[in-house]
């Protein structure tokens, strides 16, 4: 509906209009993977070591194959090109379009902008069919009795009170929506400090470093987990996220997309058959279900906030009852999330620094 309402009545700038800049976007940004980094504790990212082997293994079948039967198809530059955006998200992009440009490529600059938004088409029905597929396996083992550990977990994290280590003797009543908004901004803000002063050093993503901030703050006991939900802020802050999303399909012309149509077409399924090799084969030796490390591998299309909000509509559409559902997102949402953040955030980011010196 936005890319057809792009192409006919809607302003460039509507979302702008709608009072959502890039600033306040981008704040939200900050504060959004900071709250997601208040789901995975540092013990839960230690558990999920085969997810990011996964991950980056699916990333390099795409590169692999992109870089073998892509070059012979659509050549060595499309795929410079197109190998970042589509194994990571806008800021891998941005990129290579930016260096395409500046290399006088400017039908690649702008495939590198468009096959970051057009993937997702793709990605998000493949997520889909294969989290259902899983989620109705672990429901037939769980009502089965087969995973008694996790249901006990769960059970047990569900009933116990979250106590915040810092704020022990901190009476319940002052710890408002306000108060809990106002840690969160000062561990945003501490992680975009970060990446500022190591800059020099080191460049890592402010967005990387949001992540760990946020795990790092909840294992201490400043942040409670879940804290933008518990803040009341969370559904505002997706809104005006998707929306900072959507605008991206401003420049999505139609003589744009058929001028690279096939290109678009042929980078999608090929990377997409890389990485499903490679996810099917990590994920036999690590003893991974194929539908689960093929649904990690596939948030190299999209990443954040949309693995989340699939995953949480794939356990909402599931034919259970709470204590079920609660199980299953338990068990989905925490590879999820760090597939989409080690593809996206992580390693694309390298890519797009490596792949540009070739341009």
């Not at 936005?2 to 504060?31: H, N, Q, R």
């Not at 259970?320 to 338990?330: C, I, Q």
């Amino acid at each position: 509906m936005f890319i057809i309402g792009y192409w006919t009545f809607f302003p460039k700038d509507i979302v702008e209009i709608a009072g959502i800049p890039s600033a306040v976007a981008s704040m939200l940004i900050y504060l959004l993977i900071t709250h997601m980094g208040t789901l995975l504790s540092v013990r839960e990212l230690k558990n999920q070591w085969r997810t990011i082997l996964i991950a980056v293994a699916s990333i390099a079948g795409a590169a692999v194959l992109l870089l073998t039967v892509g070059v012979v198809f659509f050549g060595r530059e499309a795929m410079i090109v197109g190998v970042p955006p589509l194994v990571g998200g806008v800021v891998s992009s941005l990129i290579m379009s930016e260096e395409a440009e500046v290399a006088g490529l400017t039908s690649l600059s702008v495939f590198a902008i468009v096959i970051y938004v057009v993937q997702g088409f793709v990605g998000y029905p493949l997520t889909s069919i294969m989290l259902k597929r899983e989620g109705r396996n672990y429901l037939k083992r769980y009502r089965n009795g087969e995973i008694t550990v996790e249901k006990d977990k769960e059970t047990h994290e569900t009933t116990k009170k979250p106590k915040l280590k810092l704020f022990d003797k901190f009476p319940d009543k002052y710890n408002t929506n306000f108060f809990k908004l106002f840690r969160l901004i000062i561990v945003a803000y501490l992680a975009y400090l970060t990446s500022v002063l190591i800059d020099p050093i080191i460049t890592i993503h402010p967005y990387v470093i949001c992540l760990l901030f946020g795990v790092i703050a909840t294992s201490l006991g400043f942040l409670e987990t879940r804290v933008l939900e518990k803040a009341n802020g969370f559904g505002f802050a997706m809104f005006a996220l998707l929306l900072f999303i959507f605008d991206g399909l401003k420049d999505a012309t139609p003589s744009m997309l058929m001028e690279i149509l096939w290109l678009l077409i042929g980078t999608i399924v090929i990377g997409i058959i890389g990485m499903y090799i490679f996810s099917w084969v990590m994920g036999k030796v690590l003893k991974m279900n194929k539908e689960m490390a093929f649904a990690v591998t596939l948030t190299a299309l999209y990443g954040f906030p949309q693995d989340y909000i699939i995953t949480k509509e794939v356990v909402d559409s599931m034919n259970a009852n709470e204590e079920e559902k609660s199980a299953l997102l338990n068990h989905m949402l925490p590879p999820m999330l760090v597939g989409g953040f080690i593809t996206v955030t992580v390693v694309s980011v390298v890519l797009a620094g490596i792949f540009v010196t070739y341009l």
